[in-house]
């Protein structure tokens, strides 16, 4: 993990051996997104991706804690709370935009996860090529506790790599991916020791970018979670019925979790993952930024992002 600077700067960039680095720079925030952090990011990627010198793309977080924790929720609230949903729209259209060039970039781009990653920082991670973590790297989508949506590409990428049916169930239940689970499953490009990161970094940086949408065989721990949320359970959880199919004591678990969810949230999220799996990755996006001021115009959206920081855990109407 990179340590922070004060330089003021919000992601910093330094470029060594024909690698650019890019550390977003907000460890006291562990790294969250705002505007002001997508736009560096993206003036800093601009230069890089322009620069003759530069081979690889890295972006990594500073501190010692979160590669980035999610998008601020002061911004989401503030808007909400004065009729200016359309700027988180736009906020979100712009980063979606920035995370398909750093997938389509010329140039191998390689996420760093030594932290936790969370919601946006777990959907930057999944735009990269490739992913390199330490067992201290994680993933996790808890918008649906938050009463939103994952909306920064993070299902469209996910069931593109693991299915729909797992990504339900991350996405649904809010559980975290371990670095050993998403190493397993193929989301992670290398799992390595503390020690073996930046040898890791320059030789992932000195290859191809992998095929991070090849078929792949899923273990065979994690076909309960899939079937937990087939369309016959889906249908059941959504209406706060237990599934079936799976043992009792984990379709309990999963029905525990879901239905502490926003309602609405857990609904597009699932139309979304359905509607995406036969539609071009532009397309998905598209389809996922045009329920975004549906979603943030809610009751829920609102209790739920208030909610955050809080003791209390938010109460959702469905509305």
Request: charged fraction near 25%; glycine fraction near 8%.
């Amino acid at each position: 993990m990179s340590e922070p600077q004060n330089s003021g700067e919000l992601v910093l960039a330094a470029t060594r051996d024909g690698i650019a680095y890019l550390t977003i720079n907000r460890p006291k925030a562990l790294n969250a997104l705002n505007e002001a952090v997508i736009g560096e990011l993206e003036t800093k990627f601009n230069a890089a991706e322009a620069d003759t010198r530069v081979t690889a793309i890295v972006i990594r977080g500073a501190g010692e804690k979160a590669f980035v924790a999610g998008a601020d929720i002061k911004f989401f609230i503030d808007n909400i709370k004065n009729n200016r949903i359309p700027d988180t729209v736009a906020f979100t259209t712009r980063g979606h935009e920035l995370l398909r060039r750093i997938e389509k970039c010329k140039k191998i781009t390689v996420a760093v996860l030594d932290g936790l990653s969370l919601g946006g920082g777990s959907e930057l991670a999944l735009a990269c090529q490739a992913i390199v973590a330490t067992a201290a790297g994680s993933m996790g989508f808890p918008e649906t506790a938050i009463g939103i949506y994952p909306g920064f590409g993070g299902m469209l990428r996910s069931a593109r790599q693991i299915g729909c049916q797992l990504t339900k169930y991350f996405v649904f239940t809010g559980r975290n991916l371990s670095a050993q689970d998403a190493y397993d499953l193929g989301i992670f490009t290398k799992l390595v020791e503390p020690a073996d990161l930046e040898k890791t970094i320059a030789s992932v940086c000195a290859g191809k970018a992998p095929d991070k949408y090849r078929n792949r065989e899923i273990p065979p721990r994690f076909k309960e979670m899939a079937e937990v949320c087939s369309p016959e359970n889906v249908k059941l959880l959504l209406a706060g019925k237990k599934p079936v199919g799976v043992a009792d004591e984990f379709a309990e678990k999963t029905l525990k979790a879901v239905a502490k969810k926003a309602p609405l949230a857990l609904k597009i999220a699932n139309e979304l993952i359905d509607v995406q799996e036969h539609a071009s990755i532009r397309e998905a996006m598209n389809l996922e930024l045009a329920r975004l001021g549906e979603i943030f115009a809610t009751e829920d959206a609102l209790v739920g992002l208030s909610s955050v920081g809080g003791k209390e855990p938010p109460k959702y109407q469905g509305k």
